[in-house]
């Protein structure tokens, strides 16, 4: 095919070079270049669609159609050289004009099938802009050729019939192919800017024909021929580029109003023109035509800024998980419930354990259940309320009741978002408002929420987890009394370097938790090994090692305690990743684990024991210093040895409690 390429481009430079006037301003006449160059110029590129057409690389229906309008174009140019020519009188519409005529129906064809093939989806929007572009040319095309036609529709009325529809085909066919390039968003890609031109270069050639016969200026028949077969060779090598599909379209780009408003701005200027140099009617109706549309286009665009003006509203103000309102829907929704007197309740809700959830199945199944769960409570404040999320795993319902019935909708919304299933337990902890009795602004009603349901969930979490926790300790003190007074001194160090770090609500809880069952697993070890003063076996030191994993499968068991399992796991993890079960390294070990080892540390060394002395502090933050980076991460040395340990003093312990009374966890010092 790149050979045939090459011939027909040699071919055709030939052809131009015969049609290059002399010195004297003639054009030599050959038959060989006249007819029979030409033809095969004509019978190549037909060839070359048609050849990509069979080649079956896609839109194969496409090639073969123009493929097709070439060959008939080729034929009938070839029947009108060797054969009509030579007559001394021809009938109008001849058989070379009919097979000519046939390359506009196939063009439209194939130019339709390429379109489907290259655009993944039309807008209307586009629909308009092919229209208003196609009428825009048709005007400028009436106001440049309606004179000759005007000029060749004195004669025969077949003679005035075939000469007239060669303009009026590429008048339509122009005005199609300007359409198409609208419907790929105004980006045609190489393939379509070569046949827009092609087929432009065409009604070009046809538009000097006509002029030529309707006034009688000699052109030269060998100057149109060229832009003929340039013309189709155009066509040609875009069967040949590599077709590419248009990306999706965003109806919103700058491009897809300059260019309508470029061809909206030539209606305006012809039927300006009109007013002071009368054009035809076709002009004038042209124009009429492609301002009309320009109006619809305009309705439509505003229409889809409207839409889109919506969809931003609405998604500014939904939830993307649950679909429901979001914070800002809910302040808007409260003030205008307040504003309207009617009686209210509002309810916050917050899903207990749901970060255990996640962390367990994962974050997606953690956003299918929180979606679930805000169907649930949506249906269940059905009619008269609405549910909005807050974020993270906090939700909350509005609703109008009548007398004192926020009880109701609150039992309904703790219903519903309660869920059970396999190795998981969903429920949640409330508080709730009435108003405008209680609150009357938004923001008052929120806060006042938020303390009533921290409160009850407080008072809930307390119940499970203190006694699995008080459990647990009892068992610790009976098997080693002493271990007691450690664990709650590491406890309490623990909190005030976690809040240094920044940690703080829930999970300063299970950093604290954490703390205080570290050693948990210990109760699996035999006493003879806890205690023995020789070196241990490698045995004993498995056994010892193995205590991590052991206090992790204990606290896991409550599901409650699975978050501070983990951190128990890990807890004697290394910095440079020598620490054991799982040999993690920096900050692959859990942030709250990596606190307890330097607190556990530090209490180790400053604490009496029956088989070494204590260090003092300074010796004590001085091996801190010395395995940070190695044993520690040095962070948080850092931050224990500036701020924690001056802070506790002479207060060698720090005895952590979570009062049900308070907000926020405090630890109470008490004198050794």
Not at 636 to 653: I, K, S, T
Request: overall charge neutral.
């Amino acid at each position: 095919m790149r050979l045939l390429l090459f011939a027909a481009v040699a071919a055709l430079l030939v052809h131009v070079a015969h049609t290059m006037p002399d010195v004297g301003g003639s054009v030599a006449s050959h038959p060989v270049v006249d007819d029979w160059l030409y033809t095969c110029i004509l019978a190549g590129c037909a060839l070359l669609c048609i050849a990509r057409g069979i080649a079956g690389r896609g839109e194969r229906a496409a090639w073969l159609l123009i493929g097709g309008g070439l060959a008939a174009w080729t034929a009938g140019d070839a029947y009108w050289a060797f054969h009509l020519s030579d007559l001394q009188e021809v009938a109008y519409p001849s058989a070379a004009d009919a097979a000519r005529l046939l390359m506009f129906p196939a063009a439209y064809a194939g130019i339709v099938l390429l379109v489907r093939a290259r655009v993944p989806r039309f807008h209307a929007s586009l629909w308009l802009d092919g229209a208003i572009g196609a009428l825009a040319i048709a005007a400028v095309t009436a106001a440049v050729l309606y004179p000759a036609i005007e000029r060749a529709t004195h004669g025969d009325v077949g003679a005035v019939a075939t000469s007239i529809a060669y303009p009026l085909g590429d008048l339509l066919l122009v005005g199609f192919v300007v359409g198409a390039v609208a419907l790929t968003g105004w980006r045609p890609g190489r393939a379509f800017l070569l046949i827009a031109l092609g087929l432009a270069l065409n009604a070009v050639a046809n538009g000097i024909n006509l002029y030529r016969d309707a006034t009688g200026v000699t052109l030269g028949h060998s100057a149109v021929d060229s832009l003929w077969l340039l013309s189709a060779l155009l066509i040609a090598l875009a069967a040949w580029i590599p077709p590419t599909r248009s990306a999706a379209l965003r109806i919103e780009s700058r491009r897809l109003l300059a260019i309508p408003s470029f061809f909206a701005a030539i209606a305006v200027a012809l039927q300006i023109y009109n007013q002071f140099q009368p054009l035809n009617r076709f002009v004038a109706a042209f124009a009429t035509a492609t301002l009309g549309v320009v109006i619809v286009r305009m309705a439509l665009l505003f229409s889809d800024h409207l839409h889109l003006l919506a969809v931003t509203r609405r998604e500014s103000q939904s939830d993307p998980v649950t679909g429901l309102g979001n914070r800002r829907r809910l302040m808007l929704d409260l003030g205008d419930a307040i504003e309207s007197g009617r009686p209210h309740v509002f309810a916050l809700f917050d899903i207990d354990g749901f970060k255990a959830y996640n962390d367990n199945f994962g974050h997606p199944a953690g956003d299918a259940l929180l979606s679930r769960l805000g169907k649930n409570l949506a249906a269940s404040v059905r009619p008269g309320g609405a549910a909005y999320r807050l974020g993270g795993d906090e939700f909350c319902v509005l609703s109008q009741i009548e007398g004192a019935g926020g009880d109701g909708v609150v039992a309904l919304g703790s219903a519903a978002l309660s869920e059970a299933g396999k190795g998981f337990t969903s429920s949640s902890s409330n508080g709730s408002v009435l108003l405008p009795e209680e609150a009357d602004d938004p923001s008052t009603a929120l806060l006042l929420a938020d303390r009533r349901m921290y409160a009850q969930k407080r008072l809930r979490s307390h119940s499970a987890e203190r006694q699995t926790r008080s459990l647990l300790l009892r068992i610790l003190r009976e098997r080693e009394p002493e271990l007691d007074e450690h664990l709650r001194s590491v406890a309490s160090l623990a909190v005030l370097l976690a809040r240094r770090a920044g940690v703080e609500g829930e999970e300063l809880d299970v950093v604290a938790r954490a703390a205080e069952l570290h050693d948990v697993g210990k109760i699996a070890i035999p006493e003879r090994v806890l205690r023995k003063r020789a070196a241990l076996t490698t045995v004993e030191r498995e056994l010892i090692r193995n205590h991590t994993v052991v206090g992790e499968r204990i606290l896991a068991a409550a599901p409650a305690m699975v978050p501070v399992a983990r951190l128990v796991r890990s807890s004697h993890e290394r910095w440079d990743g020598d620490g054991y079960p799982d040999r993690l390294k920096g900050e692959e070990i859990p942030l709250g684990s990596r606190i307890i080892a330097v607190c556990d540390a530090f209490d180790a060394m400053v604490s009496k024991k029956p088989y070494r002395a204590s260090l003092d502090s300074g010796e004590a933050l001085r091996e801190l210093r010395r395995c940070a980076g190695t044993q520690f991460d040095p962070a948080l040395v850092e931050l224990f040895c500036e701020h924690v340990q001056p802070q506790v003093g002479d207060w060698a312990v720090e005895r952590y409690e979570w009062p049900a009374d308070q907000e926020t966890p405090a630890p109470v010092r008490v004198r050794e």
